[in-house]
T-cell receptor
Framework: KNEVEQSPQNLTAQEGEFITINCSYSVGISALHWLQQHPGGGIVSLFMLSSGKKKHGRLIATINIQEKHSSLHITASHPRDSAVYICAVRNSGNTPLVFGKGTRLSVIA | DTGVSQDPRHKITKRGQNVTFRCDPISEHNRLYWYRQTLGQGPEFLTYFQNEAQLEKSRLLSDRFSAERPKGSFSTLEIQRTEQGDSAMYLC????????????FGSGTQLSVL
């Protein structure tokens, strides 16, 4: 079973700061997902990566397959970015996602 | 709104009672997943369906748990003889299974067992 570790567990930032959240996994994967969870439970998929880098607005996700590591970056952070960010991996094509515990981000104005 | 709806949003029950949750996925989605999430943890996989077939069940899913997706559309998750340890958020997600599968989550059902 894949072990997914995220760091940090909690992160507090000032508005405008550049934020990095890290995800490491133990076994080779076919895909990695970054998701955002707001209070109340709603989870939204942000990115799905199998290699390289993806960008959407102020969010950037990168993955290094050899090092089994991914990062999620938020540029010019804003209080509305406050949420839990969750990394999830798929071991092979047909297996369910394995989730990390999440990183709780608070952006203060 | 992701298009995946779950009912009820909250359920409070007494230990030993049975509860049933419902999930309505996005209509054209062929895969439906159930996850459980407790405070401070990421979602844990319980089971999933492709159309009406239940393809995998986690070891977390004891004999007291059963899930169905009778017509390949909505799904129900039933917990019999609830225990306090069953208290959690139960999340449903659906997807159109392709190589680039993207999951769409419902808002979850928060279960509290007293």
């Amino acid at each position: 079973k894949n072990e997914v570790e995220q760091s940090p567990q909690n992160l507090t930032a000032q508005e405008g700061e550049f934020i990095t959240i890290n995800c490491s996994y133990s076994v080779g994967i076919s895909a990695l997902h970054w998701l955002q969870q707001h209070p109340g439970g709603g989870i939204v998929s942000l990115f799905m990566l199998s290699s390289g880098k993806k960008k959407h607005g102020r969010l950037i996700a990168t993955i290094n397959i050899q090092e089994k590591h991914s990062s999620l970056h938020i540029t010019a952070s804003h209080p509305r970015d406050s949420a839990v960010y969750i990394c999830a991996v798929r071991n092979s094509g047909n297996t369910p996602l394995v989730f990390g515990k999440g990183t709780r981000l608070s952006v203060i104005a | 709104d992701t298009g995946v709806s779950q009912d009820p949003r909250h359920k409070i029950t007494k230990r030993g009672q049975n509860v049933t949750f419902r999930c309505d996925p996005i209509s054209e989605h062929n895969r439906l997943y159930w996850y459980r999430q407790t405070l401070g943890q990421g979602p844990e996989f319980l089971t999933y369906f492709q159309n009406e077939a239940q393809l995998e069940k986690s070891r977390l899913l004891s004999d007291r748990f059963s899930a169905e997706r009778p017509k390949g559309s909505f799904s129900t998750l039933e917990i019999q003889r609830t225990e306090q340890g069953d208290s959690a958020m139960y999340l449903c997600a659906s997807s159109l299974w392709t190589k680039k599968e993207k999951l769409f989550f419902g808002s979850g059902t928060q279960l509290s067992v007293l």
